[in-house]
């Protein structure tokens, strides 16, 4: 019979805190500028018919990063990012910017994702709702900023927030970029404790209760909206 050994977990909690803290920065930087940048995309896809140029760039744009893997963008910006700010602000090679390209390569990543979910929220706001706006005088972008989004995001808010713990989740990619985050910081107590089978299992029970409570709280967005 498997006979599981706990006793690790309480002695490494500041080190698997760490690597929470970690995931968690990641997490919430992706979300915050995954969904600006997102937001921006799908007004850019509505362009009207002389800024076509426009809708297509940024189609272009969510349709290459929907189709590419994300561990595969993870490492273009392991590999681009550190040169690029290395020329613009002369940083040392040594210097360690693994963060800054991981959260750089998941807020585009997921911007992509965000601006369909966004772009979806948008058009289904009643026509209407502009026209009366700029019957009221309002310019286009005021219409979209104090009329439009407003109503998107109160209908978007529980795909929002699906999508958020999606990201969660695929933020234990950033191994391959030797990141310490939650996972990676609790399989490597793990190997050094031979306790691997334990820590694997209770990564995962905190991940299962990390997204199963932001699960309850989209259901909970749901009803609100639905009322």
């Given at each position: ?15 698997l ?10 997490a919430l930087?992706?979300?915050v ?52 700010l290395?020329?613009?602000?002369g940083?040392?090679?040594?210097t360690?910017?693994r ?12 911007a992509?994702?965000y ?17 009366a ?26 795909l929002l927030?699906t999508?958020?713990?999606i990201?969660?989740?695929?933020t ?6 030797g ?6 910081s ?11 089978i334990?820590m694997?299992?209770?990564t ?5 209760i990390?997204?199963?409570s ?14």
């Amino acid at each position: 019979m498997l006979e599981l050994d706990w006793s690790t977990i309480i002695p490494n909690m500041p080190y698997l805190f760490q690597g929470m803290l970690v995931t968690l920065k990641i997490a919430l930087s992706a979300i915050v500028f995954g969904i600006a940048w997102g937001t921006a995309l799908a007004i850019f896809r509505l362009a009207p018919r002389h800024l076509r140029w426009i809708s297509w760039l940024a189609a272009g744009y969510v349709n290459t990063f929907r189709s590419v893997p994300l561990v595969m963008v993870l490492m273009w910006f392991y590999l681009i990012v550190p040169q690029l700010l290395q020329k613009v602000f002369g940083l040392s090679p040594q210097t360690d910017i693994r963060l800054i390209s991981a959260v750089t390569a998941f807020s585009l990543f997921e911007a992509a994702y965000y601006s369909e979910i966004i772009r979806a929220g948008l058009q289904s706001v009643a026509k209407g709702q502009n026209s009366a706006a700029l019957a009221l005088g309002m310019t286009p972008w005021q219409s979209m900023r104090l009329v439009i989004l407003p109503q998107a995001f109160k209908a978007m808010t529980p795909l929002l927030l699906t999508q958020g713990i999606i990201l969660f989740q695929d933020t234990s990619l950033v191994y391959v970029l030797g990141l310490a985050d939650f996972f990676c910081s609790a399989t490597n107590v793990g190997k050094t404790s031979g306790t691997e089978i334990e820590m694997v299992l209770f990564t995962g029970f905190v991940y299962f209760i990390i997204c199963l409570s932001t699960s309850l709280l989209v259901a909970y967005s749901k009803k609100r909206t639905t009322v």
